[in-house]
Structures are given as C-alpha cells and as structure tokens.
C-alpha cells in the first residue's frame, strides 16, 4: 500500500532562517506531488506541484521554492522565512492521470515563524 | 475571487442527530468534486469524489449530493458520532487543469 511520509511535524524558526520541509511517499511510483498550505481558517492554498523529476509548478509567487531531486521526494524551501510563513503546511501525492484520482495528504507540518 | 464557499463555517451538533453542510462553487466547467474531512492538525482524508455527471455517492454514514445546473453539492452527515467532529472541505477540479480549488471548510462539532 502507499504511505506519504512529511517532516518534522513541528518546526519554530526566527524570521529570517532558512526552511526545509521533506515528504518522502511510498509503494507507489511517478505520483503527482503537491505542497499546500492552510492559514488558520483558511481553505488550502496550493503553494508547488510536480508530475516529474526536475518538474516544478508554482502556484503562488513568494519567497518559497520547492525541488524534487528523487522520484517520490518532495521538498519545499526557504532561504529566508517571513512571519507570514507561518501556517500548516501539507504534502500530498495523487497517481499520474489527475483527474477523478484521489489525493492523498500527508499529516501535515506546523511551521511558527517567530 | 472565492470560487468554492462553504457553509455554514461553523456548526454544533448533538450526538445522533443529522446534518447537511453546502458547498456553491462558481467553477466551470470543472471534472469533479470532493468532499475531504480533516481532523484538527491532521491532513485531509477523502470521503467522496463525483464526477459532474454523477448526482450522488455515499460512504458510510456519509453521503453527497451534486447539483451541475444549481452548482451546489451538499454533504449529509447521518447518526453523527464525536469522531466527526472536523473540519469538511469541498473541492472543485476545473477540467482540464491539474490542480484543486478548495473551499475553507465547514467546522463540525458533535456534542454528547
């Protein structure tokens, strides 16, 4: 079966470090990865997705960069974090093939940026 | 522009009754919906996908409801329990595009 793996689940950085995010999915192979993030009270806002190695979409323009060096590795960064950075991040993979296909999230990642 | 709104954003209810959350999108043409519940602090886990061509899909004690013509899809909860207490998440595909619109969720608490 397919498991998604992101970490660390919790993370308080200073304003101005730098951020790395990992999510790792298993038992399945060329998924769709995907990073969101969910303000409080807010619906999920796709930050980056990838259908390939090296292949990176960007949904929102900010100080955030995402990378997929393996094939069902995903990792989203920053070199420098801005408080508004804050928030629940969410990795999520879905199979090749989008439409109709479920997605599937990870557990998410707590980032305080203080 | 908000494309997918959720109502209503907050809701209490007591154990075993029932209860229906909406969700209207303006999204179109769009290639499915989906119903997503999400535990405090936890990623979302799906409960249904319909395609627009679909007009209802159950699981469990969970079953939704899509209007194409009205654009509206409804979640109804039956015999609710504490574990729904959650956050559920409506999200809309526009066709032809790989990524989700979501809606800001309907909080959900089931009181004894």
């Known amino acids: 079966s397919q498991t998604i793996h992101q970490w660390p689940a919790t993370l308080v950085q200073p304003v101005g470090s730098p951020l790395s995010l990992e999510c790792t999915v298993e038992g399945t192979s060329n998924p769709n990865l995907y990073w969101y993030r969910q303000a409080a009270g807010r619906g999920l806002q796709l930050l980056f997705y990838s259908v390939g190695i090296g292949q990176i979409s960007s949904e929102v323009p900010q100080n955030l960069s995402a990378s997929r060096p393996q094939d069902r590795q995903f990792i989203l960064s920053s070199k420098k974090l801005l408080l508004s950075d804050s928030g629940f991040y969410l990795c999520?993979?879905?199979?090749?093939?989008?439409?109709?296909?479920?997605?599937?999230f990870g557990e998410g990642s707590w980032l305080t940026v203080v | 522009k908000n494309q997918v709104e959720q109502s209503p954003q907050s809701l209490i209810i007591l154990e075993g009754k029932n209860c229906t959350l909406q969700c209207n999108y303006t999204v179109s043409p769009f290639s499915n919906l989906r119903w997503y519940k999400q535990d405090t602090g936890r990623g979302p886990v799906s409960l249904t996908i319909m395609t627009f061509s679909e007009n209802t899909k159950s699981n469990g004690r969970y079953t939704a409801t899509l209007d194409a013509d009205t654009k509206q899809s409804s979640l109804h909860i039956t015999a609710s329990q504490l574990s729904d207490s959650a956050s559920y998440i409506c999200v809309v595909t526009p066709r032809g595009y790989n990524k989700l619109i979501f809606g800001a969720g309907t909080r959900l608490a089931v009181h004894p």
């Open positions: 999520a993979w879905s199979p090749q093939g989008f439409s109709g296909n479920t997605i599937y």
